[in-house]
C-alpha cells in the first residue's frame, strides 16, 4: 500500500482535531440548560454591609417594613441590626430590641448597665437575607414555592407556600419568618420591584451612611464589586458551604 | 386472568390515570424547571413578574426635590444631606395624590436614633454629635430649638 505525503497529512489532521474535541461539546442540553443558555443574565445582585459605618438608627429596618408590608409591630422582620459591645473583660453583650427597628438610645444592653469606660469595642451589625450562591431553604421546599432567580435572588411564592416551616428551619441565617398576614414563608427579597425599576433596595436608600451597599457582582465596575475584589471583606457562617452573598467589612469573631 | 387480579389493577389505573387528569388542571402550565436547575429554580415563573410589580413606596429625594425645593436647598448643604425626606416624612406612595399629606415623625425618639451619645470606640456611632437624652431637657421635642432642617443652628 502506498502512504503518500497527502494521506500523512490529512490523517495527522483529522487524528488532532478528533482528540481536541472535547466530549462536552457533543453533549445533549435539557430543556431548561437551553433556556438558560438563550437568556443568560449578567445580572448577580449582591450586598455589601460596612460595620464600621453603621449607627444603628433603624431606619433601615423602619423603611424594610413600611416599603415591604411587614406588620409594623408584629416581632417580625426581613432585616435587622444586632448589637454587640464587647467589655474589656471579655464579655460579650448582644442585643437587637424590635430588630433594631427604632434605633438604639441607650447604654444597657438587656437590662445590664454598661460603663462606657468598660467598653472595648462596640459596633452595629446590620442582617438580611444572604441570597445564598447555595440556598439550603430552596432545596428543603417540598412544593417548589421558594426558589432562586437567576440573578440570585431567592423568592417565595406565596400561592404555592403550603406554610410547612422547612426553609425556616433550614436557613442558617434565622432569616425566613411566617408572614402573620399571609401565613405563609416570608423572606428578604432584596426588594426585587426596586431593583428592576434601577432603584436601590429600600434599606439602603434610607441608611444615611452608606452602610449598606447593593451592586450587581457580574458588573466589575461597580463600586460594591470592587470593594468585595480588592478588601478584605467576610462572610457570615461561611463553614455552612452556602456561600452567602451578603459581604461585610469589619466583621469580628463574635458575630454569629 | 382472574378477576381478582384484574379488578383492582382497573382501580389502580384509574386512581394513577385521575391523580395525572387532575395534575393538568392544578399545576400552573409555567411551573418548571428553569435557570438554576431542579434543586434550586423549580417554580412557578410567573411569579418572578408578581414580585417585580410589588408597589414601591418609598420614592426617594428625587421625589421631593422639584416640588418641595425650599426645603430641599436648604438640608442638602447642611450635614443631614445624608438622610431620606421619607425617614422622617414616611413613605411618599402617590402623594400628592395619595396620601394628600404626609405624617412627619417629629418625636424625640426619632431624633435620638442617631444622637442619643452612645461612646462606642469602633463605631461611627461614637463620632456623632449626642447627647444624655435623660438630662437634655428631658420630654421636649427637640424640634423646639433645632431646625432638622438646618441643623448647625444657624439663622435659629
Not at chain 1, 409594623?72 to 453583650?93: C, H, M, N, Q, S
Not at chain 1, 440570585?152 to 406554610?163: A, H, K
Not at chain 1, 402573620?180 to 436601590?200: D, N, Q
Request: include cysteine; aromatic fraction near 10%.
Amino acid at each position: 500500500m502506498k502512504f503518500t505525503r497527502r494521506d500523512f497529512l490529512k490523517t495527522a489532521l483529522s487524528g488532532t482535531i478528533a482528540s481536541v474535541l472535547p466530549l462536552g461539546g457533543l453533549r445533549i442540553l435539557k430543556p431548561g440548560e437551553v433556556r438558560a443558555e438563550i437568556e443568560k443574565t449578567n445580572v448577580r445582585w449582591g450586598f455589601l454591609v460596612d460595620t464600621y459605618k453603621c449607627v444603628g438608627c433603624g431606619f433601615c429596618v423602619k423603611a424594610c417594613k413600611l416599603e415591604n408590608e411587614v406588620p409594623y409591630d408584629a416581632p417580625v422582620t426581613r432585616t435587622w441590626i444586632e448589637r454587640y459591645v464587647i467589655l474589656k473583660d471579655g464579655r460579650v453583650f448582644a442585643d437587637t430590641p424590635m430588630g433594631g427597628r427604632d434605633g438604639f438610645v441607650s447604654l444597657k444592653v438587656r437590662e445590664t448597665e454598661i460603663k462606657p469606660a468598660d467598653i472595648a469595642k462596640a459596633f452595629f451589625v446590620p442582617k438580611l437575607c444572604n441570597q445564598c450562591e447555595k440556598p439550603p431553604c430552596v432545596q428543603v421546599c417540598p412544593v417548589g414555592a421558594t426558589y432562586q432567580r437567576a440573578d440570585g435572588v431567592v423568592l417565595v411564592d406565596r400561592s404555592w407556600c403550603i406554610g410547612c416551616g422547612y426553609c425556616i428551619m433550614a436557613c442558617p441565617y434565622g432569616v425566613r419568618f411566617f408572614h402573620p398576614v399571609y401565613r405563609t414563608a416570608e423572606k428578604c427579597t432584596f426588594c426585587i420591584h426596586r431593583l428592576v425599576k434601577g432603584m436601590k433596595t429600600a434599606c439602603v436608600q434610607a441608611c444615611p451612611f452608606g452602610a449598606r451597599q447593593v451592586g450587581n457582582l457580574k458588573d466589575l465596575n461597580d463600586p460594591i464589586t470592587k470593594v468585595i475584589l480588592n478588601e478584605r471583606v467576610a462572610v457570615l457562617k461561611d463553614e455552612y458551604g452556602t456561600k452567602p452573598q451578603v459581604y461585610y467589612l469589619g466583621l469580628d469573631k463574635n458575630v454569629r | 386472568m382472574k378477576t381478582h387480579v384484574y379488578r383492582p389493577l382497573i382501580v389502580v389505573l384509574v386512581i394513577v390515570g385521575s391523580i395525572l387528569l387532575a395534575r393538568q388542571f392544578v399545576v400552573p402550565p409555567d411551573f418548571g424547571v428553569y435557570e438554576r436547575g431542579f434543586m434550586y429554580s423549580y417554580y412557578r415563573r410567573s411569579n418572578e413578574k408578581e414580585w417585580e410589580e410589588f408597589k414601591v413606596k418609598y420614592r426617594t429625594k428625587q421625589y421631593c426635590k422639584d416640588c418641595h425645593s425650599d426645603k430641599y436647598e436648604p438640608i442638602v448643604s447642611s450635614k443631614h444631606k445624608v438622610i431620606q425626606c421619607e425617614n422622617c416624612h414616611g413613605p411618599a406612595l402617590e402623594h400628592p395624590q395619595d396620601p394628600p399629606k404626609l405624617t412627619v415623625d417629629k418625636s424625640r425618639q426619632l431624633c435620638l436614633r442617631c444622637h442619643a451619645k452612645l461612646p462606642y470606640p469602633t463605631s461611627l456611632r461614637g463620632k456623632l454629635k449626642g447627647v444624655e437624652p435623660a438630662q437634655h431637657n428631658p420630654g421636649m421635642e427637640c424640634s423646639m430649638c433645632h431646625n432638622p432642617h438646618k441643623p448647625d443652628m444657624e439663622g435659629w
